[in-house]
């Protein structure tokens, strides 16, 4: 099966790649399931990736059984679900005591396969003076925020500070928009798909990005969608 991964045209072999992979993982706390050939599956996550030892350090079970039988296993197959597939494999992993828990580790992967899906290609998004706002009608205001990247699937927003409670996993949010150069405000339907801590502002304010999805999308919404990444994705070549 490694073989497999080496010679698929989407595997990874530059470690700097494999590195920064993994590390966007640790980011958005991205869901990852480590499965046995003997049956046993775990959902994890990379908790750190050690460039310099060479070492990534994964959630555990709090089942020890489960544990066991993960490190008694001579080899494991290390997935995630969605739209990014990222897999690789792994022999012999084993465990460590950590200052905040115990955790798996092993060494870094030199061959890494990515798929991505087309309808979750996404591009970054102007910010400043250019960048596009979503506005969402929450039960006492309609709150905005701007969009940091999109997709033909949905799009992402960039919080600063707790989000409000509504704005929670699940949740559907109609009669929402989006402000298009040229175009003007353009009808949405979106669901919370994800909703995560990123880093900080220079003032110590947390940001949170927040994932959305595209909920029943209409033709027009659609192609205007699709023309404004074609758009983003010519200037990108551009300035290549």
Wanted: hydrophobic letters at 40%; proline letters at 5%; aromatic letters at 8%.
């Amino acid at each position: 099966m490694t073989q497999r991964i080496e010679k698929s045209e989407f595997s990874k072999h530059n470690r700097k790649e494999i590195v920064a992979i993994l590390e966007d993982m640790v980011r958005h706390h991205m869901a990852l399931n480590i499965a046995t050939h003997d049956g046993v599956n775990l959902l994890s996550s990379v908790l750190e990736v050690d460039s310099e030892d060479d070492l990534i350090y994964l959630d555990i079970s709090p089942d020890e059984r489960i544990n066991e039988k993960i490190t008694a296993s001579k080899q494991v197959t290390l997935y995630t679900n969605g739209g990014v597939e990222i897999r690789w494999y792994g022999s012999n992993l084993e465990l460590v005591s950590l200052t905040d828990g115990d955790a798996f580790f092993m060494p870094i992967p030199k061959v890494i396969e990515r798929i991505q899906r087309r309808e979750y290609f996404r591009l970054n998004t102007p910010q400043g003076s250019k960048a596009l706002f979503c506005k969402l009608p929450l039960e006492k205001e309609i709150f905005s925020a701007p969009v940091t990247d999109m997709s033909v699937g949905g799009l992402g927003l960039t919080v600063k500070g707790e989000p409000p409670a509504a704005i929670s996993q699940g949740a559907v949010f109609e009669k929402c928009s989006v402000d298009f150069p040229e175009i003007g405000p353009v009808p949405l339907t979106l669901k919370v798909f994800g909703l995560w801590p990123t880093s900080k502002t220079k003032s110590g304010e947390q940001l949170y990005h927040v994932g959305l999805a595209f909920v029943n999308l209409t033709g027009r919404s659609s192609n205007v969608v699709q023309r404004y990444m074609v758009q983003l994705e010519l200037e990108r070549i551009g300035r290549l």
